[in-house]
């Protein structure tokens, strides 16, 4: 009985410095997992603060694709109605006039299939920057960022044309 009681008491005292022990380096490990807590929100801080400028482009650049693509529209609609009449009065129409249709047409349809390669492009660098964030590699962020940036700008330049061959349409 007198064994029990002491196996008792020293099973008591072994879970009590257990216990001790578990809290104590609970307590070591809490502010050090608070400072590394604290240093990567940091870090993510830095970050953003470094490629802001350039989020700030791709934003702009952004509204003027949209705002070019509702131009596009309406000059494309234009286009169509204006060879739909042209259509109608067939017979007036000179050969160099159905050759610069002809032209104008297959301007356009490059120009929509250019349009729609760069497409994956933005795609391909999105999936980069998220890489790049878990790794939280600033450069290839950076880089990332630029090559959409250019992306966007051949996206805006080939909008431009676009509406420029659609309004000389109107012309013929």
Not at 36 to 49: G, K, P
Not at 53 to 63: F, G, K, M, V, Y
Not at 92 to 99: F, M, S, Y
Request: glycine residues 2%; aromatic residues 2%; charged residues 30%.
């Amino acid at each position: 009985m007198r064994k029990k009681i002491i196996t008792g008491i020293l099973l008591v005292c072994l879970m009590g410095l257990g216990s001790q022990v578990y809290a104590a380096t609970a307590e070591i490990t809490a502010p050090a997992a608070k400072g590394a807590l604290q240093e990567r929100i940091q870090n993510i801080r830095d970050i953003r603060s470094e490629i802001q400028p350039q989020l700030a482009t791709i934003r702009d650049n952004r509204t003027e694709i949209l705002e070019l693509r509702a131009e596009a529209r309406r000059a494309h609609s234009a286009a169509v109605a204006h060879i739909k009449e042209l259509r109608q009065d067939v017979d007036n129409l000179t050969d160099e006039q159905i050759d610069a249709l002809k032209d104008a047409v297959d301007i356009l349809r490059q120009h929509r299939i250019d349009f729609s390669a760069t497409l994956g492009d933005i795609w391909t660098e999105t999936l980069v920057i998220r890489s790049a964030r878990r790794d939280q590699d600033v450069e290839q962020i950076k880089d990332a960022l630029d090559r959409i940036i250019a992306v966007q700008a051949e996206r805006i330049e080939l909008l431009e044309t676009s509406i420029a061959d659609m309004n000389s349409i109107l012309d013929i």
